[in-house]
């Protein structure tokens, strides 16, 4: 009995203590518990949403509608306008437009616009992605500071991350000075970004407005260089320092305009009239690139028949060897509807560089340029033609050569500025390429001319000739001056020579080139030839990197 009840004497104890339990009660008391939300909860909830949406506004006015104006006077578009003339409708995708500059000097707290002095994110061109930075003129001219840094490299890290191509839209006063060091670290971090996704992923620079200083070194690191002709410039030190340092009186547009880059110093690769015939050239040009080193150059569908005979070619190279012809002749009729994007068309007109389709795959297109200095190989068409071929190998481009070299350029100025170091880079970027190489001798392929245009020796994939072909270590005339020294029938052994040599048939013979073709068939040979290439796999072997002579 007694161990039932201390058995029993928990459970009553619990019965006593459940029969307290009310849920209804406990659920009135939790009511009344509540703590009803402050009064001006709400109030702050909708003052913050006013407050997103005021500074949303403002970050789209920029600097302000009188400095939009001022822009507008100047032929130029704003930050934002640019942008949404390059992207597709509706595609851009903006990141950071709520950062403000972190400076405190020269009373610059007082004056902070939101997204700062640059915009940046992604968009679509043609349903393809892309990463843009936008400077904005409006606020504080563009000017650098270390924000406005940090969003350019945010986007780039993305933009490798991902596998997508960046373009820059600089318009810009330069570092901005009230930051001092902050704003010179920010443009190393940018150059630093430029140099990571070099080879990665294409790089765009468009200038539509000043570069100068520090500034001008993001775009020289970039793939491609445009401007914009009488409101770009791209200078390291203005008409004002080099008035002062060297007495020299020039104005800003002989200094670093459209003109001068594009012309005299190779810094830009082309200039267009205005903002928007800019930005619609930038548009048709992101479709020959791929978005990554990881992509095959992009292809399309093609109305123009793979096959397609070109009859012109038959008569294009005129019978007297030493008669200039256009190589663009040549270029034309070849490609996908006579589509050819040439690059630098007004620097290094001797050599011809540029992007064309074939069978609807996008083709890097090399060529000597008989019209000028009869083709031959300069200290100029040597580094444009190399940077041009190394970009087609960094991303997976084809290459196609057409070739009509008398040989390198002679001449005292040509020795002492160091024709021997830069004729070596495009040897260098040839020989080092994997990508698919063909290549068409015209005419001319004399001298160690003939091996740097993606010769077999090379590594060439497929190199044909034209019955006009002569590969040879020189012309007739300079081999029989120095063959047959002192003799008096110098005529009979020109003749001799160019009856021996004048023809393609010592490198056929020899294995250095495929086939002997008709210059009608040019097309069909090598859009059959990149279908059988598209396969390929070379590999060079292991280094760090290549010491290229620089």
């Known amino acids: 009995m007694y161990a039932m009840r201390v058995f029993l004497r928990p459970l009553q104890g619990l019965k006593s203590r459940s029969s307290a339990f009310n849920p209804l009660s406990c659920s009135a008391r939790c009511q009344s518990t509540q703590v009803s939300p402050p009064p001006d909860s709400v109030a702050q909830t909708l003052s913050v949403r006013h407050q997103i949406d005021a500074r949303r506004r403002q970050s789209l006015i920029g600097g302000g509608q009188k400095r939009i104006d001022t822009q507008h006077k100047k032929g130029k578009l704003t930050a934002r306008e640019r942008i949404h003339v390059l992207v597709d409708p509706g595609s851009f995708v903006e990141y950071d437009a709520f950062v403000e500059h972190t400076c405190v000097n020269f009373g610059m707290e007082n004056e902070k616009y939101p997204g700062d002095s640059v915009v940046t ?245 090399v060529g000597n340029q008989p019209k000028v200095a009869a083709g031959c190989l300069d200290i100029n068409a040597s580094v444009k033609g190399a940077r041009f071929v190394r970009f087609c190998d960094s991303f997976n481009i084809p290459l196609i050569t057409f070739v009509d070299v008398p040989g390198f350029l002679p001449g005292t100025s040509q020795e002492y500025d160091g024709i021997i170091r830069h004729g070596a880079k495009i040897l260098y970027a040839y020989a080092e390429a994997t990508v698919p190489k063909i290549t068409v001798i015209t005419r001319k392929a004399y001298g160690g001319a003939y091996d740097v245009m993606s010769s077999k020796h090379l590594r060439g994939d497929i190199n044909y000739a034209w019955p006009t072909a002569e590969v040879a270590v020189m012309g007739a005339k300079g081999a029989v001056a120095i063959i047959h020294r002192g003799s008096k029938d110098l005529a009979k052994a020109e003749a001799d020579y160019v009856e021996a040599f004048g023809n393609p048939f010592p490198a056929a013979n020899r294995g250095f080139i495929d086939d002997i073709i008709e210059p009608h068939t040019t097309r069909y040979r090598i859009n059959r030839d990149l279908d059988l290439l598209q396969s390929k796999k070379s590999v060079n072997p292991w280094k760090k990197h290549g010491n290229i002579p620089l």
């Open 121 to 365: 994110g992604h968009g679509q061109i043609n349903g393809r992605t892309v990463y843009i930075f936008s400077q904005d003129f409006t606020v504080f001219g563009g000017s650098l500071s270390s924000i406005h840094a940090k969003k350019i490299c945010k986007i780039m890290d993305q933009a490798i991350l991902v596998g997508a191509p960046v373009i820059g839209l600089n318009d810009s006063g330069g570092a901005r000075i009230q930051e001092g060091v902050d704003s010179l670290a920010g443009y190393a971090d940018i150059f630093q970004r430029n140099v990571l996704a070099s080879g990665v992923v294409p790089q765009i620079s468009l200038i539509m407005g000043p570069c100068a200083g520090g500034a001008v070194y993001s775009p020289a690191l970039t793939d491609f260089t445009f401007m914009v002709r009488d409101t770009s410039y791209l200078f390291i030190t203005g008409p004002d320092v080099v008035k002062q340092v060297t007495g020299e009186v020039v104005t800003q547009e002989e200094l670093g305009g459209a003109k001068t880059h594009t012309t005299v110093s190779g810094v830009a690769h082309r200039a267009f009239d205005n903002d928007v015939d800019a930005l619609l050239n930038v548009r048709s040009f992101f479709n020959f690139l791929p978005l990554s080193n990881t992509d095959a150059a992009p292809k399309r569908a093609s109305v123009d028949p793979w096959e397609r005979a070109v009859p012109s070619l038959d008569t294009v190279v005129p019978l007297q060897s030493t008669a200039a012809y256009n190589m663009l002749d040549v270029i034309g009729p070849i490609v996908d509807e006579s589509d050819f994007f040439e690059i630098m068309p007004d620097y290094a007109k001797n050599i011809i560089v540029g992007f064309a389709r074939m069978n609807g795959r996008t083709v890097g297109i």
